[in-house]
Nanobody
Framework: QVQLVESGGGLVQPGGSLRLSCATS????????MGWYRQAPGKQRELVAS???????NYAESVKGRFTISRDNAKNTVYLQMNSLKPEDTAAYYC?????????WGQGTQVTVSA
């Protein structure tokens, strides 16, 4: 049973920073692709960033240069460092794990960027 638990969301002013964490259970973390999605009210869920087993990363154009995804295989944890946050980054952020055709999701953590 794979479980993903996000933390680190909250309210931040424009220009501020937050770091999201996603701790996972199970023994497949180090051989899984990991990522973060987000969904704003009335919008489709979109991929924000992903990191594969070898460490190669991919980012949505809207967050390039501002967000950084990383993983710690020893802690079964993936992180999303978010800098220079904008109001349009406001959304529920979901941790995602991919392994052999199966997708696993966390419960989501809310990020609100507002003055």
């Amino acid at each position: 049973q794979v479980q993903l638990v996000e933390s680190g969301g909250g309210l931040v002013q424009p220009g501020g920073s937050l770091r999201l964490s996603c701790a996972t259970s199970g023994s497949i973390f180090s051989i899984s692709g990991m990522g973060w999605y987000r969904q704003a009210p009335g919008k489709q869920r979109e991929l924000v960033a992903s990191i594969i087993i070898g460490g190669k990363t991919n980012y949505a154009e809207s967050v390039k240069g501002r967000f950084t995804i990383s993983r710690d295989n020893a802690k079964n944890t993936v992180y999303l460092q978010m800098n220079s946050l904008k109001p349009e980054d406001t959304a529920a952020y979901y941790c995602w794990q991919y392994y052999r055709g199966s997708n696993y999701w966390g419960q989501g953590t809310q990020v609100t960027v507002s003055a």
